[in-house]
């Protein structure tokens, strides 16, 4: 195939007129061109007056010799997972957690006849949808089926973002899965794709039919609460209903708020330590603001909702975004009863009327000390319990108003920004719940913020408290081949602190389960 680079289109085409635009632009024969696919697709707003598309394509042409002006490309898309596989034990390797981890390693391992066990405290993502829309609307927490727990992860309930700045050829092969079990076309080429919350349901459900079709089994609804170890080597898994699993090989895919899971590890003697991790707020603006900022007015082309990633460094501490949600909302995300934990949330069309983002303080292991490791959780607990008692004890957000909370008091009505968090919001201060150093540093980052999208610390944007589940505060040491100091044990993904999003969780569960069949019998 013969690739065209850096082609401007300031028209919305289809991808027939595109085709004949790339040819005319290019002098090539439309006639030569046996096929095209689009390789990747951006926007380039950097001059508002001149808003464009920007694209590369592939093309399958005849007589390639005829263009020899083009770069040659071949067809191969991404690389092929290469396994060499040792395993042969007849026991099934046990996968604690159905998020993109444990579904991506599931099915590596079914694909190389492992017939992998899969062990989810929450409900199917069918069922698991009913009981999370029941604490949206009524305030009602299942405490082991919500937005954090359940099949496919706290990913379900989100932008579905497959954005990462990690480099790895995994990561194709990551959007080519995602794609054949439904995801749209456009996430393969697209510069930021993301599936949104509406796709995400049915394509981590065929996900599961697949696996279960290649010989793996999944039990939801079983809480895992124990871990028999003998010799360091681990045995088997026990469950909340009594059910026990034997096996040499568990892959923790837990996930970033499995409290009590980290507790147990902690007290079996599994090696782990403290980590970074930040908290702050969910911020709302009207989508509008963000698309006049980031592409300006003149446009005429049918943009998608417009994003932002911002950062701010401080003195001491830096302010960034994250997860930022265009015409999305800001959904209840508790896991834990008397807690208020928020998070973004978009379907694939992103039409909603506000956009919102986390904005979120950096925190170190110095920031909460104490000898356990599991420190940096309590601190997330106490801040979610005071959130929770700050919004009334009813599962209310707490929220403040930019404005209010750039000048040192409390909220009491609501601006021209409706806040989209159910079950519903109390104008608060948040500053109350939060340590200085973290409502100074957020106050400090509004204020720069502003400089780059004016009217991001508009008086009447929400804040919304509050948001701590960005990464894990934990991480189980694991070694060069992903085994914990208890061998067998693999601990994988953002639980264990080593991703941080769909993309590299989903990337870390394939790595963690080709060490499993790769390793050699003892």
């Known amino acids: 195939m013969i690739r065209i680079r850096d082609l401007k289109v300031r028209e919305d085409f289809s991808k027939e007129k595109l085709l004949a635009f790339a040819c005319q632009k290019n002098r090539i024969h439309q006639e030569d061109v046996k096929d095209f696919r689009i390789f990747k697709k951006s926007v380039d707003a950097r001059n508002k007056n001149d808003v464009c598309y920007v694209y590369t394509l592939d093309l ?17 898309s991404f690389e092929e997972l290469k396994i060499m596989v040792n395993r042969k034990n007849t026991v099934s390797p046990i996968i604690v957690g159905a998020g993109p981890a444990g579904l991506f390693a599931a099915l590596t391992l079914a694909q190389y006849g492992a017939r992998p066990i899969v062990i989810e405290q929450g409900s199917p993502v069918e069922e698991r949808q009913k009981e999370v829309e029941l604490f949206w609307k009524e305030g009602i927490l299942h405490t082991t089926s919500n937005v954090q727990f359940g099949e496919g992860g ?13 480099n790895d050829p995994l990561c194709q092969k990551v959007l080519h899965d995602f794609y054949h079990f439904g995801a749209p076309e456009q996430i393969l080429y697209t510069a930021k794709p993301h599936i949104g919350t509406d796709h995400l ?3 981590v459900k065929n996900m599961r039919e697949e696996i279960i079709r290649l010989g793996g089994l999944f039990y939801f609804g079983e809480k895992v609460v124990d871990f028999v170890v003998e010799n360091h080597h681990i045995q088997k898994v026990v469950c909340q209903s009594g059910k026990e699993f034997e096996t040499d090989a568990v892959l923790l895919a837990i996930g970033h708020s499995a409290g009590e899971t980290f507790q147990k590890l902690y007290e079996k003697g599994i090696q ?3 980590k970074n991790f930040s908290v702050g707020v969910r911020i709302e603006h009207h989508q509008k603001l963000i698309n006049e900022s980031q592409y300006g007015t003149k446009t005429k082309l049918n943009l998608p909702p417009a994003e932002y990633k911002l950062a701010y460094h401080g003195k001491d501490r830096a302010c960034y975004t994250f997860c930022m949600c265009p015409g999305g909302v800001v959904v209840a995300s508790s896991s834990e009863e008397n807690t208020v934990v928020t998070n973004g949330m978009s379907y694939f069309k992103r039409e909603g009327e506000n956009a919102n983002s986390a904005l979120l303080v950096n925190l170190t292991p110095e920031d909460f000390p104490g000898d356990s490791p599991l420190e940096g959780l309590y601190f997330r607990e106490k801040l979610e319990k005071a959130a929770f008692e700050l919004g009334g004890n009813n599962y209310f957000a707490p929220i403040q108003l930019v404005g209010d909370f750039l000048s040192g008091k409390k909220s009491e009505t609501i601006g021209s ?3 989209t968090y159910l079950p519903g919001v109390t104008p608060s201060n948040l500053s109350s719940i939060f340590p200085d150093y973290v409502t100074q540093t957020l106050a400090e980052g509004l204020r720069f913020f502003d400089t780059k999208i004016k009217g991001f610390a508009s008086h009447d944007a929400v804040l919304i408290g509050v948001e701590t589940r960005s990464s894990s505060p934990v991480r189980i040491v694991r070694d060069e081949n992903y085994e914990s100091n208890i061998k067998g044990l693999y601990p994988c993904s953002e639980g264990a602190g080593y991703a941080g999003g769909i993309m590299t969780a989903s990337v870390d569960g394939i790595k963690c389960a080709k060490a499993i069949l790769e390793k050699e019998e003892e």
């Open 201 to 203: 349901r049915f394509i």
């Open 60 to 76: 399958l042409v005849e007589n390639e010799s005829k263009y020899p002006q083009f770069e040659k490309v071949s067809l191969q």
């Open 272 to 274: 782990m330590e403290k």
């Open 154 to 166: 706290a990913g379900t309930f989100s932008d579905g973002k497959l954005t990462t700045g990690v």
């Open 417 to 419: 920004v409706k806040p």
